[in-house]
């Protein structure tokens, strides 16, 4: 059921309860600051359109989201994407894109995809992330360093070959700047890590920056002065085969969007015991980034980090998020001019924290130890992210997460003929059956299959039952352990038959389980088969057996 939690929340809302919220939001505003305007920069944009994102995303994150304490906004996992999509297809291009992955990502969730999404294995949520990470590293190296060159190019390798050429035209100013950035920030959070490290040391650089008149880039020289209040809604219309072109940027986004939201509605599930509405979650981001497209903003999704601090801030309802948004908006509207006084170099610094923040190191590092499959997912979709494209990179790894799922429920099948004993359906006396087992005929086999029955199992089950067959009178199929059997794997079972009906064999299921009761039936598979031969039990089964017997020796 698509129910915002807002709704919910409201109906035990109390004063004491606005008091943590308000705290909370204006904390949790004023650390989105800096990041909002960097994730903008480091995307090729003005730093407003991220500042716009927060305020509009972020508060339709919390009015319509399934979580409590979700912060929504711009985040680094998309500058990578948005960036590329800016150089490919101009801002114009993006606001479409963003715009058709919100329309996807409400699709997703009154599909009720909530869960699907985080059944995508870890390795290739690490290997985007951790490539992510590298991604936005790479791109803040000019304005840290004050490096004199023009635009770098957009592939890694190129980029940091240009790097290496013109080291020699390092700004001292812009590096101090910079580095003295990150320094002041990890030195906060290790002292101070209740305050906004983030904040304060973009603000200590600025200050430093205007006090001793060093000679920086900054927001105002690059940018102009902020405007300050929001634009106006506008939508600039594209034709069919740009809006075809832009499909694949617009999933990406959509896909990213889903993991980053629902990871961060996650974490905050273990740190305060709530439980988040993922479907609810999915709506809100989808309405969230058409809002963000229509307001001039870029793609938004749920904050790890601010959702963090939200959480040790003390917010408690989606009350704190709104307010997060209002303090962004009463930002701007204030200090906009204070804001061009900026270093880019302050901001890069910003950034370079974030993505060691991002980089995932220590899960990096102990997933190389994992299974072979595991590490090939990872090293591929960190490849494909840092060395061609976020986009490839997400179609290619969801694909292997695909694949590698399929891989792992086939593995978990098995079919096995039973020689050491029979156990009865459900429950009985084990040496009653073995006893029977010991008595069959010579011409009577029996099967077991477990596992679900798809089609990444199927031709599994093929190979062994040909490899098996032989001049049976009776085969007796045991599926008691098959919950689920789709299209592929009934027209298996069929083959089966066909091969059966051909050597006068007769084929009887035994234990057949709701799932597969219900896909033979609507197939037609029952009438196929004769419902004699679909058995609830092994009992059943056996006392169809030596019907067929008995029916064979008559003809003799």
């Not at 960097?38 to 319509?64: D, Q």
Request: charged share 15%.
């Amino acid at each position: 059921m698509i129910k915002p939690k807002l709704f919910s929340v409201l109906k035990e809302y109390n004063a004491n309860t606005f008091r943590s919220d308000l705290l909370s939001g204006v904390t949790v505003g004023v650390v989105a600051i800096p990041l909002a305007m960097a994730f903008a920069i480091a995307s090729g944009l003005p730093p407003e359109r991220g500042l716009f994102t927060a305020m509009v995303a972020g508060f339709l994150i919390s009015l319509l989201g399934g979580s409590r304490v979700q912060i929504g906004g711009p985040t680094g996992a998309f500058v990578v994407i948005v960036s590329g999509i800016v150089v490919q297809h101009g801002y114009t291009g993006l606001v479409v894109a963003t715009a058709m992955a919100g329309v996807m990502l409400i699709c997703m969730g009154l599909g009720r995809m909530g869960g699907l999404i985080r059944f995508i294995p870890f390795p290739v949520i690490t290997g985007f992330t951790s490539g992510i990470a590298v991604v936005i590293f790479s791109t803040q190296i000019k304005d840290l360093l004050g490096l004199q060159m023009g635009s770098p190019p957009a592939e890694f390798l190129p980029k940091w070959i240009a790097y290496i050429r013109h080291l020699n035209t390092v700004e001292y100013s812009a590096a101090g700047v910079g580095l003295g950035t990150i320094l002041v920030v990890f030195l906060m959070r290790k002292f101070f890590p209740r305050l906004p490290s983030l904040l304060i040391g973009m603000v200590a650089a600025t200050a430093i920056a205007a006090a001793f008149g060093l000679d920086v880039e900054t927001i105002g020289s690059r940018f102009g002065d902020l405007p300050r209040t929001l634009p106006m809604p506008s939508w600039t219309g594209v034709s069919f085969g740009e809006m075809k072109n832009l499909l694949e940027p617009a999933f990406a986004i959509a896909i990213l969007c889903a993991i980053e939201s629902l990871l961060s509605a996650t974490v905050a599930d273990g740190m305060t015991g709530w439980k988040h509405n993922s479907n609810t979650e999915l709506v809100a981001q989808g309405v969230a980034n058409i809002g963000s497209a229509l307001f001039g903003g870029i793609p938004a999704t749920g904050a790890i980090a601010r959702t963090a601090t939200n959480v040790k801030s003390g917010g408690k309802t989606p009350v704190a998020g709104l307010i997060h948004a209002l303090t962004l908006a009463l930002v701007l509207l204030f200090l906009a001019p204070v804001a061009r006084l900026i270093p880019l170099a302050a901001l890069a610094g910003v950034l370079v924290v974030v993505s060691a923040g991002m980089s995932e190191a220590a899960h990096f590092i102990r997933l190389l130890k994992s299974p072979r499959s595991d590490v090939f997912v990872l090293l591929a979709t960190f490849s494909l992210t840092v060395f061609v494209d976020l986009i490839v990179a997400v179609e290619v790894g969801v694909v292997l997460a695909s694949l590698l799922f399929i891989r792992r429920m086939a593995e978990v099948g098995n079919v096995s003929e039973i020689t050491d004993g029979l156990y009865e359906d459900p429950v009985g006396d084990e040496n009653s059956w073995t006893n029977r087992l010991k008595s069959l005929p010579n011409n009577v086999v029996v099967y077991e299959v477990e596992g679900p029955f798809f089609f990444g199992a199927s031709d599994h089950f093929r190979q062994i039952m040909q490899s098996k067959e032989g001049n049976a009178s009776v085969l007796i199929l045991r599926i008691r352990h098959v919950p689920v059997i789709d299209a592929t794997g009934l027209n298996i079972l069929r083959e089966l038959q066909a091969r059966c009906h051909k050597k006068h064999t007769q084929l009887i299921f035994s234990g057949v389980m709701k799932h597969p009761m219900d896909v033979f039936r609507k197939a037609g598979f029952i009438d196929e088969m004769g419902s004699e031969n679909i058995c609830t039990s092994i009992d059943d089964a056996l006392a169809r057996m030596q019907d067929v017997l008995d029916a064979q020796a008559g003809n003799l």
